[in-house]
């Protein structure tokens, strides 16, 4: 099977219409429509099922789109590498990918007993805004990545933990919550004058909610001293809060774990040895 028909049979699927794909494609639709029914035949069996409103996947379909899409995105990603290596030329690097703002502590131990390492190489690290990190993993715009459970979905990845710790609400220190000893997370998603910050999507737009819109905790922690805002976030983010700022257990909310995540198909001597570093400094065995 050929990239060239998956990007084909995908584009079809998710538009559920040849014509609309063929012009995403920027095709004719008659070839597509041969090459849709050449991948049936070359497979032995139905895709879509067609009717006078477009095509919907059968159970075979549904099967080739999930699978498909992993195949290109792990082809694109190792395009991707292979091309930042020649970029380098030929010089091994390493890009680590976390949450602007999150893990700062963390990262900094990490980077700093790995640069102490004979055979490291050079780590670049690319912050941006959650949920981010896991897709430039999968596409191969990162080699490594620092996630947390669960809000990042590490599935398809190796994994090794960090840390695993609660959560505490973050607000102005002179707010009357910043004085009560916990808070469930009802009351802490619930409070009239600090609303939640909202984090862009992976296409840039921001969920219809209230809440500032904010791409790094920086911003976020500012606007909390300015009563503006408060936030929920993982117990070690109580080494950057300072003057201003109030801290306070969220007593249900689920443990937060933190961990390293790299592609299982990884060939990496870099990522290997930066892994090797991570587990040593948390204490967990690999091989």
């Known amino acids: 099977m050929e990239t060239r028909e998956l990007r084909y049979f995908i584009a079809v699927a998710e538009e559920s219409?040849?014509?609309?794909?063929?012009?995403?494609?920027?095709?004719?639709?008659?070839?597509?429509?041969?090459?849709?029914?050449?991948?049936?035949?070359?497979?032995?069996?139905?895709?879509?099922?067609?009717?006078?409103?477009?095509?919907?996947?059968?159970?075979?379909?549904?099967?080739?789109?999930?699978?498909?899409?992993?195949?290109?995105?792990?082809?694109?990603?190792?395009?991707?590498?292979?091309?930042?290596?020649?970029?380098?030329?030929?010089?091994?690097?390493?890009?680590?990918?976390?949450?602007?703002?999150?893990?700062?502590?963390?990262?900094?131990?990490?980077?700093?007993?790995?640069?102490a390492e004979p055979?490291?190489?050079?780590?670049?690290?690319?912050?941006?805004?959650?949920?981010?990190?896991?897709?430039?993993?999968?596409?191969g715009r990162a080699d490594v990545a620092i996630l947390h459970q669960p809000f990042d979905d590490v599935s398809g990845f190796d994994v090794d933990t960090l840390?695993?710790?609660?959560?505490?609400?973050?607000?102005?220190?002179?707010?009357?919550?910043?004085?009560?000893?916990?808070?469930?997370?009802?009351?802490?998603?619930?409070?009239?004058?600090?609303?939640?910050?909202r984090w862009p999507r992976l296409d840039g737009t921001y969920p219809d909610e209230p809440g500032p819109e904010l791409r790094d905790l920086t911003q976020v922690l500012q606007l909390v001293r300015l009563g503006r805002a408060a936030i929920v976030l993982p117990e070690s983010a109580r080494a950057n809060v300072g003057d201003g700022l109030a801290v306070v257990p969220v007593s249900d909310a689920p443990q937060v774990t933190t961990v390293i995540a790299w592609p299982p198909q990884s060939v990496s001597s870099g990522v290997a040895g930066l892994v090797r570093t991570a587990s040593r400094l948390s204490g967990a065995p690999h091989d």
């Open 17 to 115: 219409h040849v014509g609309r794909a063929a012009q995403r494609l920027g095709m004719a639709q008659p070839p597509l429509s041969r090459a849709i029914a050449q991948l049936e035949r070359r497979i032995g069996a139905h895709l879509f099922v067609r009717s006078s409103r477009g095509m919907t996947l059968t159970i075979a379909g549904q099967t080739l789109l999930r699978e498909g899409r992993t195949a290109l995105a792990a082809v694109e990603a190792a395009e991707r590498r292979t091309r930042r290596t020649i970029a380098g030329s030929g010089r091994p690097a390493v890009v680590l990918t976390a949450k602007a703002g999150a893990s700062s502590e963390l990262m900094a131990t990490l980077l700093d007993a790995y640069a």
């Open 119 to 139: 055979d490291a190489v050079d780590v670049e690290v690319v912050l941006s805004p959650p949920g981010h990190q896991a897709p430039m993993l999968r596409d």
């Open 163 to 197: 840390r695993v710790e609660g959560q505490v609400l973050i607000l102005p220190a002179g707010h009357p919550l910043s004085r009560v000893t916990s808070l469930t997370v009802a009351e802490a998603t619930s409070i009239p004058d600090l609303p939640l910050p």
